[in-house]
Structure formats: C-alpha cells, structure tokens
T-cell receptor, first 114, second 114 residues
Framework: DVKVTQSSRYLVKRTGEKVFLECVQD?????MFWYRQDPGLGLRLIYF???????EKGDIPEGYSVSREKKERFSLILESASTNQTSMYLC?????????????FGPGTRLTVL | AQSVTQLDSQVPVFEEAPVELRCNYSSSVSVYLFWYVQYPNQGLQLLLK??????LVKGINGFEAEFNKSQTSFHLRKPSVHISDTAEYFC????????????FGKGTKLTVNP
C-alpha cells in the first residue's frame, strides 16, 4: 500500500526559529510536492521536486526553502518562522511513469508559529 | 494557464439527501481530472479520476462524477449522503502530456446534518 509520511502531525514554534518539516514516501516516486492549506484558499504549491537535488518554485515560495538529498525524502525549511506561516502543510508524491500525475498525500503537519 | 473553480465553498445537506458539488475548469489542452476528499485533520485521499473513455466515472464511497467537455465541467454527485461524508472536497486538473503539477480548486466543505 502506498504511503507518504510526515514527521509531525502538530508542531508549535516561536517566531524566528528555523523549522524543518520532513516528508518520506515509500513508492519510489520521482516527484514530490509541498503545499500549504489555509481556509478559503485551498491548496497552494510552495515547491516541488522532480528528481534528487532538483527543485522548482511553486506559487508561494517566499520564506521557504527545500532539500531533496535522497529520492524518498523531501524537506521543507522555514529559515525564520513568522506568524503568517501558521498553516497546515501537506506533502505529496507522484510517479512520472503514470502520465496522469495522480498525487498521494501525507496526513499533514499543522504548524503554529507563536 | 489552467484554473479550477469550485462554485460552492460550503454545501449543507441533510442525511440521505442527494448532493452535487460543482467544478469547472479552464484549459486549452486535453486534461485529466480528479476529485480528492479530506476528512477532518487528515491528508487528501483520491475519490475518483477521469483519464479518458466513459464520461461517467465511479469512485469510492458511492460517489460519481461526470466529465462534460463542452461545458468544461466535472461535477461530483452522490444520490444519498451519510453523516460520514462530512468532509472537504477538492477538484483538480492536470494537462495531458504537460507538467507534473496538479491545479486544485479552493475546496467545497460538505456538511451532512442528521
């Protein structure tokens, strides 16, 4: 069964802290994605990666960076957390081989920045 | 550029009533279409997808959707809803042969009341 896991379900951090959100998939997928989800705004793409060490900015990359050193792992980094980054963060992965880009999602990390 | 419009942000219904959640998309090329469901405090789960062929697609939990190319719509329906269908529903589109990304609508929150 396909599985995407995220390191934390709930996280509370202070303004200015460096925050790492980790995502791991066990499906050997080439593509991985980070979204943030806010009420009324739906899912917005922050970054995605189509291969190890490769990344592409999404719609809202400001204030975030990413790292993909291994195929199965994709990390989202908040260099200096701010209160407006309080949100639900969702990781997803997909296979290039399927053509139709179905994405598989993790359970999400609800981040609160105080 | 592609876009997805979910016409209703909230849909309240009574248990055992029928429901339709509306989704319209814009794209200049052929597309693949998806409906995802998100139960409270969980990630997104695929409900159904349209890839090609029959325009009526059946998914999990008794849901179905109809692809209408002339109206660029992909509305989701269920003839009789249960309390357990209370969730947020997202419509998404991707290009055939294009980017690996999905474009999501802003979501429709379905609330089923007893």
């Amino acid at each position: 069964d396909v599985k995407v896991t995220q390191s934390s379900r709930y996280l509370v951090k202070r303004t200015g802290e460096k925050v790492f959100l980790e995502c791991v998939q066990d499906m050997d997928h080439e593509n991985m994605f980070w979204y943030r989800q806010d009420p009324g705004l739906g899912l917005r793409l922050i970054y995605f990666s189509y291969d190890v060490k490769m990344k592409e900015k999404g719609d809202i990359p400001e204030g975030y960076s990413v790292s993909r050193e291994k195929k199965e792992r994709f990390s989202l980094i908040l260099e200096s957390a701010s209160t407006n980054q309080t949100s639900m963060y969702l990781c997803a992965s997909s296979s290039t081989g399927t053509k139709y880009n179905e994405q598989f999602f993790g359970p999400g990390t609800r981040l609160t920045v105080l | 550029a592609q876009s997805v419009t979910q016409l209703d942000s909230q849909v309240p219904v009574f248990e055992e009533a029928p429901v339709e959640l509306r989704c319209n998309y814009s794209s200049s090329v052929s597309v693949y279409l998806f409906w995802y469901v998100q139960y409270p405090n969980q990630g997104l789960q695929l409900l159904l997808k349209y890839l090609s062929g029959s325009t009526l697609v059946k998914g999990i939990n008794g849901f179905e959707a109809e692809f209408n190319k002339s109206q660029t719509s992909f509305h989701l329906r269920k003839p009789s809803v249960h309390i357990s269908d209370t969730a947020e529903y997202f419509c998404a589109v991707s290009d055939q042969g294009g980017s690996e990304k999905l474009v999501f609508g802003k979501g429709t929150k379905l609330t089923v009341n007893p």
